[in-house]
């Protein structure tokens, strides 16, 4: 697996795009969620795959979420 970071940063939301694969990737961490889609036409359209889940125990944990 080739996973080819592009974009990393922010804060409240954290995001992050590039490839896995040569699929297009994009990560977005805000709120007390985040969230990770990949392949299709992310992060504007339909994503072929989609995950999301809960981080932390605060209201903006995932926003302030560390970039390592």
Do not use: H, K, N
């Amino acid at each position: 697996m080739t996973i080819d970071i592009q974009t990393l940063g922010g804060s409240c939301p954290i995001q992050a795009e590039g490839f896995i694969d040569d699929q297009p990737f994009y990560f977005r961490a805000r709120g007390s969620q985040w969230s990770m889609e990949i392949g299709g036409d992310v992060p504007l359209g339909t994503p072929q795959w989609s995950y999301e889940e809960p981080y932390g125990t605060g209201l903006f944990d995932a926003g302030r979420m560390s970039t390592d």
